[in-house]
C-alpha cells in the first residue's frame, strides 16, 4: 500500500487550518480531486460537484445531488474556476465553486446548509495484534496495512463530507507515561486537556487468535477469518459516517429565514486587516450581503443580511481564527467582534 503524498498532506493540513486546535473549514467551496489527464477533467468536476454538495449540505446522500441536476441546473453552472495543479508528480484537478449561487440554489430547493465550523472527532484507537506492545494509531507512525487503511479513509472523509476526523499526536513522554500508568491514568482528560473535539471515538482492536480479532468501544464485533483490515474499514466506514451526520444535523442553517445584523469590528489596525476581515465576511456561508455602515479609526460597523439566526452567526463565527466575540444580544441583533492581538 502507497504511503500518503507528503506535499498533498500538507496541503490538506492547509486547507483544514490547524486540525489540532481549529474548527473552522477555511476553503469549503475548494475541491481537489485526482486526475490522470485533461480527458479526465469532466470526470472529476463531477465528482469534485458530488463533493461540494455533500459538504455544503451536511449530507452524504446522492439525493440533494440529483434533486439539483433535475432542477435543470448543470455542475459547471455552479463553478468559478478550475486548473489542473501538480503536487510532487501527482496532478490534480482544482475546482472553485460559486458560494452565492450554489445556496441560492440550495435556497430554491429547500436543503439546509452546514457552515464553516465544523465538528471535530478524535479518534484514540488502541491495537493490540499480540506482535509487539499495544499501541495508539497516530497520523506520521504507520506500524502495519491497517494504520495505512485508518489514516487514508480519515483523511480521505474528512476531505468528502468538510470535516475534522483526528488522531492524537502524542509525544515520547505522552506514550510512555500512557503505557505505564494506563491502569490509573484517565486517557480521555489526557487528550482533553491538549485537544478541542465535539466527539472522542475510543476503539480498542485486540487480536486474539491466528484470524480472529475483537473489537470493542464505540464499535464492537468479533471477527474470525482473513481479511480482517477490510472488514473493520467498511464497519468503521458505518460508524464513522453515521457519527458525521449526526453531528453535522446540528449544525445546520435554516436559509429560508433571513436575520439583519448590527455587528462591529473593533482592532482594525491596518489595510491589511481591513481586507481580511472582507474576506472573512463574504466566506462565510451564513452572510447574505453585508453593507458598511460606520467606520471610525481601529472600529468598522457593518449591517449584515444572515440566513437563519443570530446564534447561527455566533456559532459560525466563533470559530474563526481571526476574530474573538467580545458580546452578542438576541434582543437588539448586535455582535461586537474585535481582530485577536
Known amino acids: 500500500m502507497r504511503v500518503p503524498n507528503i506535499k498533498f498532506f500538507l496541503l490538506i493540513i492547509i486547507i483544514f487550518s490547524n486540525l489540532s486546535f481549529g474548527k473552522e473549514f477555511n476553503q469549503l467551496f475548494k475541491v481537489y480531486t485526482p486526475i490522470s489527464n485533461s480527458a479526465e477533467i469532466e470526470k472529476s468536476i463531477n465528482k469534485s460537484f458530488n463533493i461540494m454538495i455533500f459538504r455544503l449540505s451536511g449530507s452524504n446522500s446522492p439525493s440533494n445531488i440529483w434533486k439539483i441536476i433535475n432542477a435543470g441546473n448543470t455542475r459547471k453552472d455552479f463553478i468559478k474556476s478550475y486548473s489542473i495543479r501538480n503536487i510532487d508528480g501527482e496532478s490534480y484537478l482544482e475546482v472553485v465553486f460559486n458560494k452565492d449561487y450554489l445556496i441560492d440554489v440550495f435556497n430554491q430547493l429547500s436543503i439546509p446548509v452546514v457552515g464553516n465550523a465544523r465538528p471535530v472527532i478524535l479518534f484514540n484507537i488502541n491495537i493490540d495484534?499480540?506482535?509487539?506492545?499495544?499501541?495508539?494509531?497516530?497520523?506520521?507512525?504507520?506500524?502495519?496495512?491497517?494504520?495505512?487503511?485508518?489514516?487514508?479513509?480519515?483523511?480521505?472523509?474528512?476531505?468528502?463530507?468538510?470535516?475534522?476526523?483526528?488522531?492524537?499526536?502524542?509525544?515520547?513522554?505522552?506514550?510512555?507515561?500512557?503505557?505505564?500508568?494506563?491502569?490509573?491514568?484517565?486517557?480521555?482528560?489526557?487528550?482533553?486537556?491538549?485537544?478541542?473535539?465535539?466527539?472522542?471515538?475510543?476503539?480498542?482492536?485486540?487480536?486474539?487468535?491466528?484470524?480472529?480479532?475483537?473489537?470493542?468501544?464505540?464499535?464492537?464485533?468479533?471477527?474470525?477469518?482473513?481479511?480482517?483490515?477490510?472488514?473493520?474499514?467498511?464497519?468503521?466506514?458505518?460508524?464513522?459516517?453515521?457519527?458525521i451526520d449526526y453531528l453535522l444535523q446540528k449544525k445546520l442553517i435554516d436559509i429560508s429565514s433571513i436575520s439583519n445584523l448590527d455587528v462591529t469590528f473593533m482592532n482594525i489596525n491596518s489595510y491589511e486587516d481591513y481586507i481580511n476581515l472582507k474576506k472573512i465576511i463574504n466566506e462565510l456561508v451564513g452572510v447574505k450581503s453585508t453593507n458598511m455602515s460606520k467606520f471610525d479609526k481601529d472600529i468598522i460597523n457593518y449591517d449584515i443580511e444572515i440566513y437563519g439566526s443570530l446564534i447561527n452567526f455566533v456559532n459560525e463565527i466563533s470559530e474563526n481564527s481571526y476574530l474573538s466575540i467580545k458580546s452578542f444580544d438576541d434582543t437588539k441583533s448586535r455582535v461586537i467582534l474585535s481582530f485577536k492581538e
Open 129 to 243: 495484534s499480540g506482535v509487539k506492545n499495544p499501541y495508539l494509531i497516530s497520523t506520521h507512525i504507520h506500524n502495519n496495512d491497517l494504520d495505512l487503511m485508518i489514516n487514508e479513509f480519515l483523511k480521505n472523509t474528512s476531505i468528502k463530507r468538510g470535516v475534522f476526523l483526528e488522531l492524537p499526536e502524542l509525544d515520547l513522554f505522552d506514550f510512555i507515561e500512557i503505557e505505564k500508568y494506563k491502569k490509573i491514568i484517565n486517557v480521555e482528560d489526557r487528550l482533553s486537556s491538549q485537544y478541542r473535539y465535539d466527539f472522542l471515538s475510543e476503539i480498542d482492536i485486540v487480536k486474539i487468535g491466528p484470524n480472529n480479532w475483537a473489537v470493542t468501544g464505540d464499535i464492537e464485533f468479533e471477527y474470525n477469518d482473513e481479511d480482517f483490515e477490510g472488514f473493520f474499514i467498511n464497519q468503521f466506514d458505518k460508524y464513522v459516517n453515521k457519527k
